[in-house]
């Protein structure tokens, strides 16, 4: 599902070994080359999994839009989508969770972000 640095996380927990710079990286905002000064770079497995069960926890009496976030990431995973349309998906998935939906912002790539209109904001 998600990857930082050069481990993928499919939602289970395990880690998966990828060479850096594949196309995964663009969303957690991974550059192919290091030290481009982008802050989002510095982003962990863990801060991916504490995402991943803040999800699990924010909805945990509705199951099936955590399995669906995880759908989402793993259509993107697969290049079955791209960024714009995982930022549509997951804003309209996340939609009254605002603090979520920032958040998700931190793992997208830079010149990408998730905007909230007036009708958006608590």
Do not use: C, W
């Not at 793993?74 to 603090?99: C, E, P, Y």
């Not at 998700?104 to 007036?118: A, Q, R, S, V, Y």
């Amino acid at each position: 599902m998600k990857r930082i640095g050069d481990k993928e996380i499919d939602g289970s927990g395990s880690q998966n070994q990828h060479p850096v710079g594949s196309p995964r990286n663009e969303l957690q905002g991974q550059s192919p080359k290091p030290g481009n000064g982008n802050t989002k770079d510095a982003l962990t497995t863990d801060d991916a999994l504490a995402y991943l069960k803040e999800i699990k926890d924010v909805f945990h009496d509705q199951k099936y839009k955590y399995h669906l976030f995880l759908e989402i990431m793993s259509d993107f995973k697969a290049q079955r989508t791209d960024t714009s349309v995982v930022i549509a998906r997951v804003k309209d998935l996340l939609k009254g969770h605002n603090h979520l939906i920032l958040v998700f912002n931190k793992f997208l790539p830079h010149g990408f972000e998730i905007t909230l209109d007036d009708e958006d904001e608590d």
